[in-house]
């Protein structure tokens, strides 16, 4: 009994350090040599930024590929080649590699991965018509639906997505009169049917102009219903269609795409340029049960955003992925929303002209990344506890009377503040007789 424990224990814990290492990366494309005129002819790399430590690894040097692909659990990478099979890669060890059926593609198609199952679900062509093909990673099976399908729409925001179960797959389809409405496929994983085609409006905003209906996970996933009118009405809602519930409408004005975390209850709106077709930076979060508008966020332009299956709680916005000069932010929905109060500084006063010393500051809300700021310069900070921070005031800092302001900063929000004094040394003056 006691070595069955043991090896339970072991399985655990090889489970949990294969989808940490799995996760979260970024896989980018880099240049190594371009001396060829003919960009196809260039050598190419797969490199990996890996969020949790803000190093570049690479993936796989010189690979020949023209498009790639991850499933959403960052389990296996596919590779599109231009004359030959699509290739896939685990993403935890690249000695695991193979060829996929000659019907099978993966480079430009969407792909899910059951680890349950350990089997991938990627659309390809059979006898010229479309198909979802099951692909068993172990026996390199594959089988194929029963129905043909019709265009799918994919790309890096729209796509399939499974059931909390994995016995569905939701897939956003074209109308077959291109109206722009768009259509949603249930298919069976289990029977490999087809089960039904309905309209987005059904699950939308009534008598929009168009609908889109953006990637999901575990059956829920953001419709948005948009119009054509000169305020560019949007209505966004998170829906459940497992349970066929959604949520109320959020109505934005503009042209943004929709993030959710934390299992639904938040929606992130990444505001987007209306010509250029760029992210603006401004990121607006609303509560997804209210309705409400509950924080604004500013980060320049022209970045990415990226979410992880492992870590829903978790939005990364990263601009110039594949330059040394890249930038990255975690938006930790865990702490977003923290609020810094102070409540007293010890000491809060000391004499002018007063050696270097400890401020210690009392609250709450404090964290790893919480910074202490007198008179408005940020000054070397401890963190001790949640409700204590340390700093270290300089002897320049207290070389003038006056009442001067203390506050806490971290990544999203600014405390209260409080006054520390500095004051005059007093002179005490005996007359002798």
């Known amino acids: 009994m006691k070595h069955l424990k043991l090896i339970l224990c072991f399985l655990i814990i090889l489970l949990l350090e294969s989808t940490l290492l ?35 690894e690479p993936f796989l040097y010189n690979a020949e590929f023209i498009s790639f692909t991850w499933d959403i659990t960052q389990t296996w990478l596919i590779l599109d080649h231009l004359f030959s099979y699509s290739h896939i890669y685990n993403c935890l060890d690249t000695l695991n590699n193979f060829d996929l059926p000659a019907k099978i593609e993966g480079g430009v198609f969407p792909v899910l991965y059951s680890k349950e199952k350990n089997c991938l679900y990627i659309t390809g062509v059979s006898e010229d018509k479309l198909k979802m093909f099951e692909f068993n990673v172990n026996t390199k099976d594959f089988t194929q639906s029963f129905e043909e399908f019709p265009q799918i729409i994919h790309n890096n925001k729209e ?33 490999k049917h087809i089960l039904s085609i309905s309209d987005l409006s059904v699950y939308g905003y009534p008598n929009a102009n168009g609908y889109i209906l953006y990637r999901g996970k575990d059956g829920t996933a953001v419709i948005l219903s948009y119009f054509h009118n ?116 010890n000491p809060n006063s000391v004499n002018i002209n007063s050696n270097s010393f400890t401020l210690t500051v009392n609250g709450k809300g404090f964290d790893t990344v919480s910074t202490v700021y007198f008179n408005g310069q940020p000054r070397a900070t401890t963190f001790v506890s949640d409700s204590v921070i340390t700093a270290e005031i300089l002897s320049s800092d207290v070389i003038a009377v006056g009442s001067f302001p203390v506050w806490v900063k971290d990544k999203y929000s600014i405390s209260d503040t409080l006054q520390f004094s500095v004051m005059q040394v007093r002179i005490n003056s005996r007359i002798s007789e």
Do not use: C
């Open 22 to 56: 799995a996760q979260p990366y970024i896989y980018f494309s880099k240049v190594i040599d371009s001396t060829d005129s003919n960009s196809m002819y260039w050598d190419l790399s797969i490199n990996k930024f890996n969020l949790r430590n803000n190093l570049e």
């Open 159 to 191: 796509g399939m997505f499974f059931s909390l179960s994995e016995e569905k797959i939701y897939v956003p389809v074209l109308d077959t009169n291109y109206s722009g409405m768009g259509k949603l496929l249930i298919y069976s994983t289990t029977s």
């Open 230 to 345: 000169i305020t560019k009405d949007s209505y966004f809602r998170v829906y459940n269609f497992d349970s066929d519930l959604g949520s109320n409408f959020i109505k934005y004005q503009g042209f943004a795409d929709p993030y959710y975390t934390n299992k639904g209850k938040y929606l992130i709106l990444a505001n987007i340029y209306d010509s250029l077709n760029a992210y603006s930076g401004r990121l607006d979060i609303y509560d997804v049960g209210t309705g409400e508008h509950i924080k604004n966020i500013f980060l320049p332009s022209g970045g990415e955003v990226y979410t992880f299956d492992e870590f829903l709680n978790n939005v990364y916005y990263v601009k110039d992925i594949e330059l040394p000069t890249r930038q990255v932010w975690n938006l930790d929905m865990d702490s977003i929303f923290n609020v810094l109060e102070l409540t007293n500084l």
